[in-house]
């Protein structure tokens, strides 16, 4: 089983080191390769460089994501050939929120922009990975438009897509016949968000568009400030929903870890997808 996961660059002195036990932790799952977010302009960017050199001296294979809203195709060429030149193969081609400050949106307006800059420029050289959206992007002004945006992206030179994260196997499964029908065969691998706390998964639910089913909502309010319950039920729901995924043939999985190790490390635990010694 192809594992993948998610990082983000840390804030502070203290949570990079932390980041560096987790990430640590985490390489027993033996990851095809570790992503890590982008941060648009100035010390956000240069904390993004920072956890994508710590990423790559600890598991080799790293995805760095690039977000284009707001920068300018030099920009972007110029960030592409410095991760060129310490190694990158691999990317996330997104299109990102605009950044505070910005009062244009650059001169890329989608990530298909910015899948076919990279082929033009730099050919096979990198593999892309680009973004899909199983619920439909919050922004999408249709389910049928946000779909033939995706199938463009793949067909403009995706080599795969990550999902957002869901709760509801059917959205994704509907998701990737649709697209196949449409006439994309390359990999949509599933991303997937451990459940331990309410309170920050409904504000990145309500932010990204994913839909907290009402069962899964209701009994996570139910336990108020109880940590423990919330964790072991989320444990068991996001469990299940990788097991059907599994059971199905997914080609991969991608864990978003919010750098944390245990409630990864336990899933795939419990999943055998490995033994902890």
């Not at 869901?166 to 697209?179: H, L, M």
């Amino acid at each position: 089983m192809n594992i993948s996961l998610e990082f983000f660059p840390p804030k502070t002195a203290e949570t990079q080191t932390q980041l560096g036990l987790d990430s640590q932790k985490l390489a027993a799952l033996k990851p095809s390769y570790v992503s890590v977010t982008y941060g648009a302009g100035g010390s956000t960017r240069d904390g993004t460089r920072r956890t994508v050199d710590q990423m790559k001296s600890q598991f080799g294979d790293v995805a760095p994501h690039v977000s284009c809203i707001g920068a300018t195709r030099h920009e972007i060429q110029a960030l592409l050939e410095d991760y060129r030149s310490i190694g990158i193969g691999r990317l996330v081609a997104l299109r990102g929120d605009l950044p505070s400050g910005y009062g244009q949106g650059g001169e890329f307006a989608h990530a298909i922009d910015l899948v076919r800059f990279i082929r033009e420029k730099f050919d096979d050289h990198f593999f892309i990975e680009v973004a899909a959206y199983p619920e439909f992007h919050p922004q999408a002004r249709s389910a049928d438009l946000d779909m033939q945006h995706f199938v463009e992206k793949m067909k403009a030179g995706a080599h795969g897509a990550i999902t957002q994260y869901f709760f509801n196997s059917d959205a994704y499964f509907r998701f990737v016949d649709e697209a196949y029908a449409k006439g994309v065969d390359q990999p949509i691998v599933p991303g997937i968000m451990p459940i331990t706390n309410f309170t920050q998964l409904a504000r990145f639910s309500d932010a990204c568009g994913t839909e907290i089913p009402r069962w899964i909502r209701q009994r996570l309010q139910s336990y108020g400030d109880d940590t423990a319950s919330i964790r072991a039920f989320g444990h068991e729901v996001v469990t299940d929903l990788v097991d059907q995924l599994l059971t199905a043939g997914v080609p991969g999985i991608h864990f978003y870890t919010m750098n944390k190790a245990e409630p990864v490390l336990k899933i795939a635990e419990a999943l055998k997808l490995y033994q902890a010694g």
